[in-house]
């Protein structure tokens, strides 16, 4: 993530490559995020999943 891409994003000389710039930084994020709560998600699973079987 550079910040030359982000300035030409964020400059309205061109709206719409810079909306679109912004979703994918958007999409990213989400991403991101989505794979952090699965990862959690799951190991909270893995620990249940132990202390319900020992």
Do not use: C, F, W
Not at 17 to 29: D, F, G, I, N
Request: net charge positive.
């Amino acid at each position: 993530m550079n910040p030359a891409s982000l300035s030409s994003a964020l400059s309205p000389r061109d709206p719409r490559s810079s909306l679109r710039t912004l979703v994918l930084y958007y999409m990213q994020a989400l991403r991101e995020e989505v794979v952090l709560l699965s990862t959690r998600i799951a190991k909270m699973g893995n620990l249940l999943h132990s202390t319900v079987h020992y």
